[in-house]
């Protein structure tokens, strides 16, 4: 298997599930249809959706059952990333290399892009789910993204501007802000394949270190002025955010990606050579940083 293979195909099928439940027409409301789309077309890497549609043909599933879970998690990403971006959450400019959603159609109509971008997934799995499974996958991906997952880590990060917070604060944060999607999709994925109960357990310890190996090379990342991450440099740093990196040192950051790499691909036995394209993806996400 060539991983870069696969990684187009699984990046295919992702795209053509987002497109495929994206909606354009003239209406009145033309404007926010404009606005969804502008985030949730402009490209983005699509790594949600790629690893659940991974982990369903791990478990033994078919991509086809999975793809309106799949966009339905892009888009609830897309959400968050538009309200992260407002001027009351983080205040960015930038988001992929343009514009950020609020900069180009105002920030009324970027909250309301966002809250669209967050009730069409429930909208399309609810339509798609035939199997408990599916129903199940629904629930946990909605739990990811509320109050206990993303929602909650972001109500700490942003309580915890411009303080000294603990390390048990920091990984807490980001275990819910931004680990809680990753572990969703490889639930998700094993879920909706009808996969065993070891196998759900080795795609959640996937997933959760999956997770922190992304947010941690996030960070180094975010410090480094060379890499091309399609945001404002320094963005944290300058917002007084408390990050692995400010809590850690790059050195160690980068000693805890191998040690999360090496984990997370452990942790992917059950599923033996089926799982090839996972192990290789976390090594391509530590990979980012060279
Ligand atoms: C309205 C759903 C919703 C949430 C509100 C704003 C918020 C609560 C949460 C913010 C969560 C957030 C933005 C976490 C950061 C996660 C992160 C590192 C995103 C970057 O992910 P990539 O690199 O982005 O996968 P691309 O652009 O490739 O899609």
Redesign the pocket.
């Known amino acids: 298997m060539v991983v870069e293979n696969e990684l187009k195909r699984y990046t295919e099928l992702a795209e053509s599930a987002v497109a495929k439940y994206s909606v354009s027409y003239e209406c009145r409301q033309k404007k926010l249809f404009d606005a969804v789309n502008y985030s949730l077309l402009a490209g ?2 699509r ?1 949600r959706p790629v690893i659940l549609l991974a982990m369903c043909e791990a478990a033994g599933g078919n991509c086809a059952d999975a793809e309106a879970f799949a966009a339905g998690l892009e888009m ?2 897309n ?3 538009i ?2 971006d407002l001027p009351a ?1 983080d205040d960015d400019d930038l988001r ?1 290399g343009r514009p950020t959603n609020h900069k180009v159609y105002g920030e009324a109509t970027a909250i309301l892009a ?1 809250d669209v971008l ?1 009730v069409r997934p429930f909208e399309i799995m609810a339509d798609n789910a035939a199997t408990p499974g599916q129903v199940k996958a629904m629930s946990v991906i909605a739990r990811a ?1 509320g109050q206990e997952g ?2 909650g880590g ?1 109500q700490v990060d942003i309580e915890c501007e411009g303080r000294h917070a603990s390390e048990e604060t920091i990984i807490y944060l980001n275990t819910l ?2 680990g809680a999607l990753f572990r969703a999709a490889c639930n998700a994925g094993v879920l909706i394949a009808g996969g065993s109960e070891a196998m759900l357990r080795a795609a959640d310890e996937y997933g959760r270190m999956l997770g922190l190996a992304f ?1 941690l090379v ?1 960070d180094l990342l975010d410090n480094n002025a060379e890499a091309d991450t ?1 945001k404002t440099k320094g963005s944290d740093i300058a917002a007084g955010k408390s990050t692995y990196l400010s809590a850690y040192g790059e050195e160690r950051c980068r000693g805890m990606v191998d040690e999360c790499t090496q984990r997370a691909a452990a942790a992917l036995s059950p599923f033996g050579e089926r799982a090839e394209f996972l192990k290789e993806l976390v090594i391509m996400l530590k990979d980012r940083l060279r």
């Open positions: 983005g890497k790594l609830i990403h959400s968050s990333l309200h992260d959450m992929r966002g967050l993204a993303m929602m972001q802000k931004t947010q996030d399609g």
